[in-house]
């Protein structure tokens, strides 16, 4: 149990639609990173934020933004959807003490 | 970039065999991190490394990373069914938790 939790589990989208996928993290959370693990393959960097501001971008679009928020949730929201978006996407959450940061459970989305 | 490599991609063990699982960089490891994940889950936090010649071990998995910090091997001592899963190599190379992963090894344990 890491105390992040992600929602929706599961999620069918179709192209050229729009997502929200969310986030929950404990208190004192104040960095989260969201990671995209296509199938068979390992996960791969979008963003983080730290203090609900954006604290540098993986090689993802625009299309690609996120929010954090003061109560230490936050938000990943894709526009226009494409095929190569179905994906695990993870959350990773840490305090400002630890040396690691702890992954949420995945919200999978299948873009059709 | 920094890139990281896995081997073997999978790896199926019979019940109580030891294994070895390798994860090599293209740049120099400055924070290394060992994952595990059950099929379409979550990522389950094992050990960091930092330091070259560094050893870390948690029950029956102990983790190292060789002294010029480019590659770190996990291994499983007696392997167990419940060690069966995907497992990740995480490189944090600016030390912001910005990780970049291997493709990962699936281990099979057969009982």
């Known amino acids: 149990e890491t105390g992040v939790t992600q929602s929706p589990t599961h999620l069918i989208k179709t192209r050229g639609q729009q997502v929200t996928l969310r986030c929950s993290s404990q208190s004192g959370h104040n960095t989260v990173s969201w990671y995209q693990q296509a199938l068979g393959q390992g996960p791969q960097f979008i963003f983080q934020?730290?203090?609900?501001?954006?604290?540098g971008r993986g090689n993802f679009p625009p299309r690609f933004s996120g929010l954090q928020f003061p109560n230490y949730s936050s938000e990943l929201n894709v526009n226009a959807l494409e095929l190569d978006d179905s994906a695990l996407y993870l959350c990773?959450?840490?305090?400002?003490?630890?040396?690691?940061?702890?992954f949420g459970p995945g919200t999978r989305l299948t873009v059709l | 970039s920094q890139e990281l490599e896995q081997s073997p991609q999978s790896l199926i063990v019979q019940e109580g065999k030891n294994l070895t699982i390798n994860c090599t960089s293209s740049?120099?490891?400055?924070?290394l991190y060992w994952y595990k994940q059950k099929y379409g889950e979550g990522l389950i936090f094992l050990m960091m490394l930092q330091k070259g010649g560094e050893e870390k071990s948690h029950e029956k998995i102990t983790a190292k990373l060789d002294e010029k910090k480019q590659q770190s091997s996990l291994h499983i001592t007696a392997s167990q069914p419940s060690h069966a899963g995907i497992y990740l190599c995480?490189?944090?190379?600016?030390?912001?938790?910005?990780?970049?992963f291997g493709k990962g090894t699936l281990l099979t344990v057969n009982p």
């Open positions: 990773a959450s840490k305090t400002p003490e630890a040396d690691t940061q702890y």
């Open positions: 934020y730290y203090r609900e501001e954006e604290n």
């Open positions: 995480g490189a944090d190379p600016g030390s912001n938790y910005k990780l970049t």
């Open positions: 740049k120099t490891l400055y924070g």
